[in-house]
């Protein structure tokens, strides 16, 4: 029997658990840095297929530990929390909690990771160990640095990870070499002007009309200040501001997202922002507090690696189901915190759109198709064995 056909049945049986899981974490999603019940969950399924079980690394993630102790070691990260986003689908598995949706598919990813733990537990033996990381506050993009500063990627050689993706067919994957997400920081700005009559606005510093100007004079300035081959997208997603509708506002908060593809340029941003910001205040008599968060760079994935997960996802799936992702996207994966100290890994897209397409990510209507686990699951089992098999025989020859 062949590889392929042994994990046909393999993933025959185990599929309707987790799809029957992932019901049960999309009906009860929890926030970042509240993942406390998805946690138990995962914890409790790890040690019933025999995993050795660490809780609360990174305050709510999860390690998991299979294999031999000593030697090379490689890994497998996938995210739990969830967003606060109100669901729209009308599935009778739909969220339980108002406000809270699985609106990027981490419940998917976590039932992925599941699905590995389960397939690898079944192995005879394994050539080297296996570390899964279960992170929260991936939305945050905090968790992994939580999970860091706890050690959870210390004597790791190789780290996979996988995203869903509603631009791509159920039972397709996708694969980048080197960039394939954005830097990403988070922009506060306060306007500072000066109250006053809604009848007089020449008597006052209006902070509304100059936070507008801010909003739209960046957006402006991006397109004839910054190099069009280097991408910069800023968005602002709230604006608090005013206290009444006839007084002239003394103060608007800005809060916003900045998103880059080039390391550089993502450098000098911070500094750009704030003269763009003063100079636009300045101009109209108002004064500006501008802070600026990295949140977290840019996902890099190993050359190597990757072409290891393609070769693994193409005698799985076949070529024509493994599709080579032309450009980076502009979102962001705190994934990458894992790779800054020098540690190699990559991750994949896996398609999730039904023959109707699949709504956006962060979509109150997002609704993948839930067999695409079984896709995730057997392309990264495949391609953590055949990392073991080649690291095992490297050693061997090394000796």
């Not at 056909?5 to 019901?23: A, F, G, K, T």
């Not at 008599?285 to 600026?292: D, I, L, N, S």
């Not at 994949?348 to 759109?353: C, D, E, K, P, T």
Request: with cysteine.
């Amino acid at each position: 029997m062949t590889l392929r056909l042994q994990w046909n049945d393999r993933l025959d049986q185990v599929l309707p658990e987790l799809i029957e899981l992932r019901h049960h974490l999309h009906a009860h999603p929890e926030l970042s840095g509240e993942e406390h019940q998805t946690a138990a969950l995962v914890a409790g399924e790890l040690r019933s297929y025999g995993w050795r079980v660490r809780e609360g690394v990174g305050r709510t993630g999860v390690l998991a530990e299979l294999g031999p102790t000593d030697g090379p070691l490689v890994g497998l990260r996938v995210d739990m929390d969830a967003l606060p986003v109100e669901e729209c689908t009308g599935l009778a598995y739909a969220s339980k909690r108002q406000g809270v949706m699985h609106a990027c598919g981490h419940d998917l990813h976590t039932c992925i990771g599941l699905g590995v733990a389960r397939l690898l537990a079944s192995e005879p033996s394994l050539l080297t160990g296996v570390r899964l990381l279960f992170q929260p506050a991936e939305e945050l993009a905090e968790g992994a640095r939580w999970m860091r500063q706890d050690g959870a990627i210390d004597g790791l050689d190789a780290l996979f990870g996988v995203h869903v993706c509603p631009a791509l067919p159920a039972g397709s994957i996708g694969v980048r070499s080197g960039c394939l997400t954005a830097a990403a920081g988070e922009l506060e700005i306060e306007v500072l002007g000066e109250g006053g009559h809604g009848a007089r606005p020449h008597q006052s510093v209006d902070a509304i009309w100059n936070a507008a100007r801010v909003v739209t004079g960046l957006q402006e300035s991006i397109s004839r200040r910054l190099d069009p081959l280097h991408p910069v997208v800023v968005s602002f997603g709230k604006i608090d501001g005013g206290r009444a509708f006839n007084v002239i506002a003394n103060r608007v908060r800005l809060l916003g997202t900045v998103r880059c593809l080039d390391a550089a340029v993502h450098d000098r941003l911070p500094v750009w922002i704030e003269e763009t910001v003063q100079a636009i205040c300045r101009s109209a008599g108002a004064e500006a507090v501008v802070r600026y968060r990295c949140i977290t760079p840019s996902v890099f994935n190993d050359s190597k690696l990757t072409a290891l997960l393609e070769d693994c996802a193409i005698a799985q799936l076949g070529a024509e189901q493994v599709l080579r992702l032309e450009q980076p996207s502009l979102g962001a994966e705190d994934f990458a915190e894992f790779l800054q100290e020098g540690l190699r890994g990559t991750m994949f897209r896996l398609g999730v759109a039904g023959p109707d397409g699949c709504a956006a990510l962060h979509n109150g209507r997002f609704s993948p198709v839930e067999n695409s686990i079984g896709v995730g699951v057997e392309v990264l089992t495949a391609t953590m064995l055949a990392w073991m098999k080649g690291r095992s025989e490297l050693d061997r020859k090394q000796s």
